[in-house]
């Protein structure tokens, strides 16, 4: 029996999101079947609606689902209907890559997470037009269900409200696991977060939990480096009005950060956060820049044990990462659903206008029950 979906579709030549009612086949064998209650909007979804990204339309994004399993296909193991559930990123479980425990960075990353179709070319929502695309991120959670496969997926036990979970998925992961899995960053030690979006304010709470004693916030927005401090920095530069070089050169004595993270996403960013090092500092870019994008960097400086480090999705298993960081929630060391903002999906095009003006950090769409 289809199921009756209401979703956001993202159309060619079509301005933001539209709300329909599509129909959703039932899940295939290797398939799963989510309820979704809540998805965080995040800036690839923005990339993909707006066809920078190689994902067809028309087509449900989303890749940041939280709901509860509804039904698994006949070959699914480890999941049964009414586990809730956090949705992450799709990979093959085969490649070397996958094997080393490092999912974010499988060889078939792409097909997997952007065709937003299953490897036979075919797809589970349609329209009464034709085939809708989803499978986006193996989630398309911009929907009121889904098909899924459950590698991406993560059971969460019931304490913390799916709509705040659902971040979880990306832009937190990304953020938090660059600090604790590429960086590595420790205790006593200098950091710089440069852009205090979603990722930066992940990368910014991880710094603190670590144990960082100097966290700096660079933004050019002063409501996101308002809550910045809320959350957790000690000292706030604002990209407009200072010289951010200078800045953090008097805030560390004239040595350089230990630690700096980007998530802007603008090289000329990136070029900053990596002359901010101090010797032996380690910067990890997490922006996506245009796929012809080129850092530079002094080689003399580089010599003096400076790395620089790219990273995705947390640089650990979604599995793993986000239990950790649920524990440290728990206690109150990682404090992320204060910068969520919740909307109902049908005012998905309010959310990405807020989260454009930097008025909302983090937007959550909620699903009717
Ligand atoms: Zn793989
Ligand atoms: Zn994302």
Redesign the pocket.
């Known amino acids: 029996m289809p199921t009756t979906v209401t979703a956001a579709v993202a159309r060619t030549g079509q301005h933001g999101f539209s709300i329909e009612r599509l129909e959703l086949e039932d899940p295939r064998p290797d398939e799963v079947l989510v309820r979704y209650t809540a998805a965080?909007l995040?800036?690839?979804?923005l990339e993909a609606a707006a066809g920078r990204l190689p994902t067809p339309h028309p087509v449900v994004l989303g890749?940041?689902g939280a709901g509860v399993v509804e039904a698994v296909g006949s070959g699914v193991t480890g999941f049964r209907p009414g586990d809730r559930v956090v949705l992450s990123l799709d990979s093959d479980g085969t490649c070397r890559n996958c094997l080393a425990g490092q999912p974010a960075y499988c060889e078939r990353h792409v097909p997997l997470n952007f065709e937003s179709q299953r490897a036979d070319g075919s797809v589970g929502l349609t329209d009464s037009a034709g085939p809708v695309h989803d499978h986006f991120?193996g989630q398309s959670s911009f929907a009121s269900h889904g098909l899924a496969h459950p590698r991406g997926l993560i059971k969460v036990d019931d304490e913390v409200p799916l709509a705040t979970l659902a971040p979880l998925?990306?832009?937190i992961v990304?953020g938090a696991g660059a600090v604790f899995n590429s960086l590595r960053v420790q205790a006593g030690s200098t950091v710089a977060v440069f852009g205090v979006g979603s990722v930066g304010l992940s990368a910014l709470m991880a710094a603190a939990a670590c144990g960082a004693t100097r966290v700096i916030a660079v933004d050019t927005k002063p409501e996101r480096l308002a809550l910045a401090k809320e959350l957790g920095a000690t000292d706030l530069v604002d990209a407009v009005t200072a010289d951010t070089t200078e800045a953090i050169t008097a805030l560390t004595g004239g040595r350089g950060v230990d630690y700096s993270v980007e998530s802007t996403g603008v090289v000329a960013v990136m070029n900053t956060a990596i002359a901010a090092l101090a010797p032996l500092g380690s910067a990890a870019i997490l922006g996506v820049a245009a796929l012809d994008a080129t850092l530079h960097a002094n080689v003399f400086e580089l010599l003096k044990g400076r790395t620089i480090t790219g990273s995705v999705?947390g640089h650990q298993a979604p599995g793993v990462l986000i239990p950790r960081l649920l524990g440290l929630h728990r206690q109150g060391r990682f404090p992320f659903d204060r910068m969520i903002s919740t909307y109902p999906l049908a005012d998905i095009n309010t959310a990405v206008a807020d989260v454009k003006t930097g008025s909302t950090a983090k937007a959550v769409l909620t699903h009717a029950a």
């Open positions: 965080g995040c800036h690839t979804d890749h940041e991120f998925g990306c832009g990304t999705m």
